[in-house]
């Protein structure tokens, strides 16, 4: 019985903090704020896209269950990309002169974010969008990250690595990068080159590819032969899944290893990647799950995202990035008390917004702001995060062979 | 100055991806050549067939090379019906580029709605069997690729080379009306081979489920290099496929073991179009 009033009194309180009111006051009227996007439902990246339209709906769906928007019910009007930057265009158009919706937020992922951007900056739609990969692309001046990676990921991210491995007694000193050519991948395995060379690592290996490579044998054979104490792998999806299995076959483990945007599932379950490091702005443990907010979200999502069948149910940079695009548009409309997409930007620029994965401002070149992005480690098949301090999981820490 | 286990592992890389790539294009060789049907959806039936065993595997408990027994009659039957479709609308060979594509695209979506378009993984007990010799290692899903791409060539080469049924084949290829005067049954030939060609997509599908993470984005990937395999071994010619996608496989893995990964993908086709110009008569 006090269990259950507790846990009541838990569910209240967080769905206070979220802004969802109970629903004899959470009445919306009026038409729906329409708002429109494109994601990558089928193709390629729809493994991922599947994720932001799960947080999407979660995030629309709380938001009717309380006043909505300025009193008024959302819909989202999502439509197919195909993963095709060209098919993201058309749709943008369509959504915006066809459609007309007040409203459009990103799609998935950098190239398709660029078209739209393209079509957002023509009609001069205020575009904030989830996780855009190259900060120097995003030139519109109404368009809003909500993936806070700082203007200059490239040398930020890495230097954020190599400053939580040299608390370790195994700092590297010799260093192997081996990255796809995927633009935003590629972009950050130079800038680790670059920051690697300033740190004193010496390289003995820098290998790329072209995304969309079969064949990973003779790339672990390379790093093999190397023998580096760090292996930077710029890979994209399942490429670093792909990569270790060929280790693997070759009974080569990595000493220490960082993957730049894996597929967080996948790499986790690997029992070669027992020690993989990646870059993260969210993981679902204290302290980011302290936050009333993000606890709700990680449960709601957790559930639907085993029921929709993904392999890893639990909330990371992905989903964090999108729920915080959402959390961002909310908060333009709310304090604009309108849908005027020059308003809502000024705002933007001159605010900043707290989301599930931090505070969030929009103050520096190409509205970027500061580089939220943490250092996780896999330990025991679940990604923690281990550095910086403050944001460590509970009696975790950086673990090295 | 690569090393030597560098080199050597580089090359056993090279041969058992090769044999994959030969493995692929043994069915699209024969239909191809024979049926003159360029059926793209050969890849979606692979796949499918890796699906097939992933789940029968991880969810059934099934050994993942037991799945074969099902897999196997299925996509003879699924194979032969399709060619019956083709044959049942006079579908032209460049027609049935556009149909097998379309086929590709339903398999696919089938795919993405059954097993969503997350990656899937295989984890079997082979995955961890690996043979040493010397200072190499042979893991034993590539090697069980190889074995079944080379032992399907040569058994389908020696069929159409030796046995009447072969040669009944062939002589249908060649020429179906004059064949059908000498009492060959060439509507029941031409299913029984288009049948085959997917039973040995089930076949591939096995060795992609034991090496390779699934995704049904990843159909596409593999069309170009199998069909430049295909090409450069000759159509219709069980044992080229498997030749010209080992020297493929290897030019490949020793390009990247020597030089930039990112020059691998142009020795497939520089290979395909000096093969082209060489001897485009004879394909």
């Known amino acids: 019985m006090m269990n259950s009033k507790r846990r009541a009194l838990t569910v209240a309180g967080a ?21 429109g996007s494109t994601l990558a439902l089928t193709g390629p990246l729809s493994g991922t896209a599947i994720i932001h339209k799960l947080t999407g709906e979660i995030y629309v769906e709380l938001l009717n269950k309380k006043n909505g928007l300025l009193g008024r019910p959302v819909e989202w009007v999502l439509k197919d990309d195909q993963s095709k930057p060209d098919v993201a265009r058309t749709l943008y158009e369509q ?41 120097s692309l995003a030139k519109y001046e109404m368009q809003f990250p909500a993936w806070s990676v700082g203007p200059n990921p490239e040398m930020t991210v890495p230097n954020t690595v190599f400053d939580a491995l040299a608390t370790t007694s195994k700092a590297p000193k010799t260093l192997a990068i081996v990255t796809s050519k995927f633009p935003s991948v590629y972009l950050m395995s130079k800038g680790a080159q670059e920051v690697a060379k300033k ?31 760090f292996v930077w792998v710029g890979a994209i999806g399942l490429e670093g899944n792909e990569l270790l299995d060929a280790m693997k076959k070759i009974d080569y483990k990595p000493p220490l290893h960082f993957y730049m945007y894996p597929a967080p599932g996948p790499l986790a379950k690997l029992p070669e990647a027992n020690g993989a490091l990646a870059a993260s702005i969210f993981e679902q443990h204290p302290p980011f799950t302290n936050n009333p907010v993000a606890a709700e979200f990680v449960k ?29 548009l909310e908060a333009g409309i709310t304090a604009t008390k309108g849908l005027n997409d020059k308003a809502i930007s000024q705002w933007l620029k ?23 992005m943490r250092v996780k480690q896999v330990q025991n098949g679940r990604w923690v995060t281990v550095w910086p301090k403050e944001w460590m999981a509970p009696g975790a820490k950086l673990m090295t062979p | 100055m690569p090393s030597f286990t560098l080199l050597g592992q580089s090359l056993l890389s090279g041969i058992f991806l090769g044999a994959l790539y030969g493995l692929l294009g043994l069915g699209l060789s024969l239909s191809w050549g024979m049926l003159r049907q360029i059926n793209l959806a050969h890849f979606a039936l692979a796949f499918l067939g890796a699906y097939l065993t ?74 961890a069997i690996r043979y040493k010799i010397g200072a190499m290692y042979v893991p034993f899903p590539e090697l069980l690729t190889l074995v079944l791409a080379a032992t399907l060539s040569i058994l389908v080469w020696a069929g159409l080379r030796y046995t009447d049924l072969g040669k009944a084949m ?28 997917a039973a040995f997509a089930g076949v591939a599908g096995l060795c992609l489920a034991l090496s390779f993470t699934l995704a049904p984005s990843q159909i596409y990937t593999w069309v170009g290099v199998v069909f430049a395999a295909v090409m450069i071994g000759g159509l219709g010619n069980p044992i080229g496929p498997l030749i010209a996608g080992i020297v493929i496989g290897v030019s490949e893995s020793l390009t990247m073991a020597l030089t930039a990964p990112t020059w691998a993908p142009l020795v497939s086709f520089s290979l395909l179009i000096i093969v082209l110009l060489a001897r485009a008569e004879k394909i």
Not at chain 2, 183 to 191: A, C, H, K, T
């Open chain 1, 15 to 35: 769905l206070l903090a979220l802004g969802v009111a109970v629903p004899a006051v959470a009445a919306t009227s009026g038409p729906p704020i329409r708002i």
């Open chain 1, 95 to 135: 959504l915006i002169t066809v459609d007309k919706v007040d409203l459009v937020i990103g799609p998935y992922a950098t190239p398709n974010i660029i078209s739209a951007m393209g079509v957002a900056q023509r009609y001069n739609k205020v575009l904030v969008h989830h996780t855009m990969g190259i900060p």
């Open chain 1, 199 to 229: 740190r004193g690592v010496k390289e003995v290996l820098f290998l790329e590819w072209e995304f969309g490579n079969k064949d990973y044998g003779p790339i672990a054979n390379r790093v093999k032969d190397a023998k580096p104490d």
């Open chain 1, 300 to 328: 709601i999502y957790n559930e639907r995202a085993a029921k929709a069948g993904l392999v890893d149910n639990s909330v990371e940079t992905q989903a964090a990035a999108s729920f915080s695009t959402w959390q961002v």
């Open chain 1, 350 to 372: 001159k605010n900043q917004v707290n989301t599930i994965q931090g505070r969030l401002r929009f103050d520096k070149t190409n509205n970027y702001g500061d580089d939220l």
């Open chain 2, 54 to 127: 992933y789940q029968l595997s991880s969810v059934a408990g099934w050994d993942p090379i037991a799945t074969l027994a099902l897999i196997v009659p299925c996509f003879f039957a699924f194979g032969a019906l399709t060619h019956w479709f083709l044959a049942r609308f006079s579908i032209t060979p460049f027609n049935s580029l556009l149909v097998t594509f379309g086929l590709t695209v339903i398999i696919e979506s089938l795919i993405q709605w059954i097993w969503t378009a997350d990656h899937r993984r295989l984890e079997s007990a082979y995955g």
């Open chain 2, 170 to 197: 062939r002589a249908a290829a060649e020429d179906a009306p004059i064949a059908a005067a000498f009492g060959v049954n060439e509507r029941m030939l031409s299913l029984l081979l288009s049948g085959l060609a």
